[in-house]
């Protein structure tokens, strides 16, 4: 293949990747507490060409890689609902679950009660406190909560979430279900607990349809020139054939 096509085809590579990306967020739209995504490229340098007829042996070749996945933390509009069961962070803190798999961490603060009284995600993962699972009463029909994760019942106090914050939220890693692992967690400092009301996903819907088209358009025009390259090549070798007829 000729170095163009090459390069291109590192490009449609990394598009391709982009696009899963975006898809991804446009997915997740109406997602309670979902961070989109964005990718990160950078410049792959060849110092050697694949092909050996430039006047410089040496010529180095530009390359597109995509190089990491970023997490956009900003914070989601928030949704007032009134149900004392959602809860949202106002901050870059998050929750704290327990999974099959160990501790995880999310923005979704869309919980509820199960049979045998403990507080728990959409998934039936049991939410956290300092000291283990959040548990209520039979007799326990209402419950607040502090802005500092305090769970107080009408039968007296109840734990306090545990609300955990990162150095390097970016270190984290998607774990499905709307959870993140990994990182050092850290108890939170500046976040705030909001009862009655979901974070929204931060993504916006708008910019994420404009950049698909935007990632469409930038993969058909690649498209376009590798198949010029290939008519380029084959018109080539029709000529040649032809000469020494």
């Known amino acids: 293949m000729e170095n163009a096509q090459l390069i ?10 982009q696009m899963d990306v975006v ?35 040496d010529q180095p070749l530009s390359y597109v890689q995509d190089w990491a996945t970023v997490h956009d933390l900003a914070n989601g509009p928030m949704l007032q609902t009134g149900n004392d069961l959602d809860m949202a962070l106002n901050g870059e803190g998050f929750f704290a679950v327990q999974t099959p798999a160990g501790e995880r ?9 199960n049979s045998t009284g403990t507080l728990v995600d959409l998934s039936g993962n049991p939410v956290l406190g300092e000291g283990g699972p959040i ?53 939170a400092t500046g976040t705030s607990v909001m009862q009655g009301f979901l974070e929204r996903s931060n993504v916006s819907g708008v910019s994420e349809m404009a950049e698909m088209i935007r990632v469409t358009r930038s993969y058909e025009s690649l498209a376009s020139l590798t198949e010029k390259q290939d ?15």
């Open 231 to 245: 008519e380029l090549r084959r018109s080539a070798i029709q000529r040649l054939g032809d000469a020494n007829a």
């Open 135 to 187: 548990q209520f009463g039979a007799t326990e029909t209402s419950f607040t909560v502090a802005s500092d994760g305090t769970v107080a019942t009408d039968a007296g106090p109840n734990g306090r979430l545990r609300i955990v914050e990162f150095a390097n939220p970016q270190a984290l890693t998607r774990d499905g279900s709307n959870l993140f692992a990994g990182g050092t967690p850290t108890p």
């Open 8 to 17: 291109s085809l590192s490009r449609q590579i990394a598009l391709q990747r």
């Open 105 to 113: 961490w999310t923005r979704s603060g869309s919980f509820q009660i």
């Open 23 to 57: 898809a991804n967020n446009i997915a997740n739209i109406n997602t309670t507490g979902f961070k989109s995504e964005q990718l990160l490229f950078e410049e792959y340098v060849m110092p050697v060409a694949r092909h050996q007829d430039f006047q410089r042996l």
